[in-house]
């Protein structure tokens, strides 16, 4: 029954479960992919660079009328700042402006959703069907869960079997290279792909898994502080300032991120990673500051919070491989390929055995 359900739900569930491995595996390694498609935005080092502020003033005067929504700074040398607009009605995704660490000059307008690596991660997270596609890609993430365990137990071998169980065989034909290597790549991958597995399920169904861990380690509340109890002086500080006050809270923190207050009751939301953090490219430790006086008004250390938060906030960076370095990403990126492999030679293995059904009925 369990090797009916094995192959039948893979049968049906295969194609979308390799798709969303495949553009996972793009992903992996997005940033990168999208300077190699997009050489205008590669830039020189500079001994001088402009100001967070003229950056900003550089993307506001790109898209007259609007306001910027977040800042995302160079992450490196030759690579450029990212600043977030609103996208129009009915668009994908925000707006996004690249400028020169250097000078500020604006390299590239892009609307999010719309340019390659964008639309491949529409298309792994959401399918391209809004909310609705995204639910069915996290009941695909259970699918594979399921797939993995059912997959391990159908393969455990008997007593003295273990080698026969891990090799691939080349030279007994083709039927038997696809089931050696369903069988075997399936094993080598599975503790990659349940983890994959098991954290896009917790970004797609987040208030679940979370309620489901906090039945087992606790939890803390994010921070959400406003400034309705501080008085209004008219003045705000610019971004530099800002970002000044917020490093304060984790002084070995670089900066990732600066989320733009969207009206007058709102802080300066910032986002720094600190040693020993579970992103390497992305920033956990939030700090939020008041745009009047940059007096910081709370502070999240996921080095320091609860088990449970902590759990929790490793699930992304364990999703793209951020949270094992260089290694990690290349474990993901490789196991992203491996659904695509495994319904290749299911595949093939039952059309063959159907064909040999098809012959065995006719020859009666």
């Excluded at 699918?143 to 393969?155: A, I, N, P, Q």
């Excluded at 500080?237 to 600066?258: M, T």
């Excluded at 939030?286 to 449970?308: E, F, H, I, K």
Aim: charged share 15%; with cysteine; glycine share 10%.
């Amino acid at each position: 029954m369990l090797l009916k359900l094995h192959k039948y739900a893979g049968l049906i569930a295969g194609l979308l479960l390799a798709l969303t491995g495949v553009t996972g595996s793009l992903l992996v390694f997005h940033d990168t992919l999208d300077e190699w498609l997009t050489p205008q935005l590669r830039t020189q080092p500079a001994a001088d660079p402009a100001s967070l502020s003229a950056v900003l003033a550089a993307a506001e005067a790109a898209l007259p009328g609007k306001a910027a929504r977040r800042l995302e700074p160079s992450p490196g040398p030759g690579r450029p700042h990212t600043v977030r607009f609103d996208g129009p009605e009915g668009a994908p995704g925000p707006l996004q402006v690249s400028a020169s660490p250097a000078d500020a000059e604006v390299l590239a307008v892009r609307q999010w959703g719309a340019y390659p690596t964008s639309w491949v991660y529409r298309l792994h997270y959401t399918l391209l069907a809004g909310t609705t596609g995204k639910y069915v890609v996290g009941v695909a993430g259970l699918v594979l869960m399921f797939f993995c365990l059912s997959g391990l137990y159908l393969w455990w071998p008997r007593k003295g079997r273990w080698r026969r169980a891990l090799s691939v065989r080349t030279d007994k034909g083709p039927f038997r290279l696809n089931f050696d290597l369903h069988k075997a790549a399936g094993v080598y991958i599975t503790p990659v792909l349940l983890v994959a597995a098991f954290s896009g399920v917790s970004l797609v169904f987040h208030g679940p898994v979370q309620a489901l861990v906090g039945a087992a380690l606790p939890l803390e509340p994010v921070p959400a502080p406003t400034l309705e109890a501080r008085p209004d002086t008219g003045t705000r500080l610019n971004v530099d300032r800002i970002v000044a006050a917020g490093q304060s809270a984790f002084p070995e923190g670089a900066l990732k991120r600066v989320d733009l207050p969207g009206d007058a009751q709102t802080p300066y939301r910032l986002s720094f990673n600190q040693p020993g953090e579970a992103w390497s490219h992305h920033g956990a430790s939030r700090v939020w500051v008041a745009p009047r006086d940059g007096a910081v008004l709370a502070t999240w250390d996921p080095l320091s919070v609860a088990a449970g938060s902590r759990f929790m906030g490793w699930q992304f960076p364990l999703h793209n491989g951020d949270a094992l370095g260089l290694t990690g990403r290349w474990l993901v990126f490789l196991g992203g390929w491996l659904p695509a492999l495994l319904f290749g030679t299911g595949l093939y293995l039952w059309w063959r055995k159907h064909q040999l059904r098809r012959r065995s009925r006719r020859s009666r």
